[in-house]
Structure formats: structure tokens, C-alpha cells
Nanobody
Framework: QVQLVESGGGSVQAGGSLRLSCRAPRMITSVFSGYDMGWYRQAPGKQREMVATISRRGNKDYAESVNGRFTISRDGSRKTMYLQMNSLKLEDTGVYYC????????WGLGTQVTVSS
């Protein structure tokens, strides 16, 4: 079973920044590099949606709504994936989940991001 631990969420005013982290503390470093990864979010009353993904080869993809504001990255030596979020908007509010994928999907428990005016 893959354990994923998210951190970095919080409350911020519109225009501010946050950096989310997703750590896999029990994972062997060499295994970390074999996963495709991503960040997803769920706003109240809405379905979970893709925010950004990064493949095992480092290819990145972003939702149109965050493109140019968010940056996804991964650090194998730290077994951690990141999401740098800049120029945050009210509509970025939600619970953010990290995802690791090989033949199965693994999810963290989520971290709350609240953007206020």
C-alpha cells in the first residue's frame, strides 16, 4: 500500500501563493521514479477535477484554468511531489489531493486550500 502525505494547504488572500507537497515516506526512492503523478482538487458541490499531472518521464499537463499560474514538479531524492500555486483565485478553493499511478491509483487524504477576497 502506498502512503501519501500532503501538506502546505491553508488560507490565503486572492493573488497570494501556496506550495503543496505530497510525500511518500515509506517508498523506496527507486520505486518513486516509476509512478505517474498528479494533483486533483474538489470544490464544494463539484466533482474532483485534474489540476496538474507529471509523468514518470517528466511530461507535464495542466488544467486550462491553472495554466501559467501553477507549476507541478517532483523530487525523487525527497520522494516528494510539489504544486506551486501563484496568483491564487477564489475559484481555486477546494481540497487538493495528490495521486500516484501505476497499475493502480493511490490517493492522499487531501489538504484544504481556501482563497478569500
Amino acid at each position: 500500500q502506498v502512503q501519501l502525505v500532503e501538506s502546505g494547504g491553508g488560507s490565503v488572500q486572492a493573488g497570494g501563493s501556496l506550495r503543496l507537497s505530497c510525500r511518500a515516506p515509506r517508498m523506496i526512492t527507486s520505486v518513486f521514479s516509476g509512478y505517474d503523478m498528479g494533483w486533483y482538487r474538489q470544490a464544494p458541490g463539484k466533482q474532483r477535477e485534474m489540476v496538474a499531472t507529471i509523468s514518470r518521464r517528466g511530461n507535464k499537463d495542466y488544467a486550462e484554468s491553472v495554466n501559467g499560474r501553477f507549476t507541478i514538479s517532483r523530487d525523487g531524492s525527497r520522494k516528494t511531489m510539489y504544486l506551486q500555486m501563484n496568483s491564487l483565485k477564489l475559484e481555486d478553493t477546494g481540497v487538493y489531493y495528490c495521486n500516484f499511478r501505476d497499475q493502480e491509483d493511490y490517493w492522499g487524504l487531501g489538504t484544504q486550500v481556501t482563497v478569500s477576497s
